[in-house]
């Protein structure tokens, strides 16, 4: 509940998806609305952006040591799911190794060239045990 309560502080979050990411920055109306980000009642700054996703993170770590056995469930469908569709593409396996790659040669570069990071995250854990359980 903090937390949720803590996103809904957002009241335009909904609004800011449909119009400006999902739709081009286009409301209901059709109006271009570029110029007017700043007056949704969304996350605005980077440090804003951080905390919205810290908060999802929080949710669904407290989802995932609750339901533990559902988490598994759902890791497993979508392992499954994306194996299917990387088969049906011909693809395989090669398309998670490039992104991998990509991810690793990213974080090379941000370590050497910018600031040193913590390689392991939530997105890497959640990517290896999807591929792990999609096998």
């Given at each position: 509940?903090?937390?949720?309560?803590?996103?809904?502080?957002?009241?335009d979050l909904k609004n800011f998806r449909n119009e400006i990411i999902a739709h081009n920055f286009r409301n209901s109306?059709?109006?271009?609305?570029?110029?007017?980000?700043?007056?949704?009642?969304?996350?605005?700054?980077?440090e804003e952006l951080s905390y919205l996703v810290a908060f999802l993170n929080r949710m669904v770590r407290v989802l995932?040591?609750?339901?533990?056995?559902?988490?598994?469930?759902?890791?497993?469908?979508?392992?499954?799911?994306?194996?299917?569709?990387?088969?049906?593409?011909?693809?395989?396996?090669?398309?998670?190794?490039?992104?991998?790659?990509?991810?690793?040669?990213?974080?090379?570069?941000?370590?050497?060239?910018?600031?040193?990071?913590?390689?392991?995250?939530?997105?890497?854990?959640?990517?290896?045990?999807?591929?792990?359980?999609?096998?």
């Open positions: 509940k903090p937390v949720q309560k803590a996103i809904n502080k957002w009241s109306k059709g109006e271009f609305k570029l110029f007017s980000i700043g007056d949704y009642n969304c996350p605005q700054t980077h995932s040591s609750n339901f533990p056995m559902e988490t598994q469930n759902i890791i497993n469908s979508v392992g499954a799911n994306l194996k299917r569709k990387a088969n049906q593409s011909g693809t395989g396996d090669s398309k998670f190794e490039e992104l991998k790659r990509t991810l690793q040669n990213i974080d090379e570069y941000i370590s050497e060239e910018i600031f040193s990071i913590v390689r392991y995250d939530i997105i890497s854990a959640n990517t290896k045990t999807i591929q792990e359980n999609a096998k």
